[in-house]
């Protein structure tokens, strides 16, 4: 009985780490649509501000396209801890 408690801890541990991971990729494609629009504003030419632009505008979809997806998949907390199924 206690391995399975400590299996179910582990295992509830190892979905949030993941899950986490998966946040912090839509920080990440954030973070990048970020730095295009500002080398965006640094840029003379205006072929490469158009092109940091629409890099810029691609990764803030992705994250857009993901985060509903995150947030369906977020671990939940019981009454015994981090339950590895989803909110769905």
Not at 53 to 80: C, G, H, N, Y
């Amino acid at each position: 009985m206690r391995q399975l408690a400590t299996l179910e801890r582990y295992l509830g541990l190892t979905v949030l780490a993941i899950w986490r991971r998966v946040l912090e990729k839509l920080n990440d494609y954030r973070g990048h649509a970020r730095e295009c629009r500002r080398l965006a504003t640094l840029t003379s030419r205006e072929d490469h501000r158009a092109a940091l632009i629409q890099m810029a505008e691609t990764w803030e979809q992705l994250a857009i396209e993901r985060e509903p997806k995150v947030k369906a998949d977020e671990p939940t907390l019981s009454a015994d801890g981090l339950s590895a199924e989803s909110n769905n």
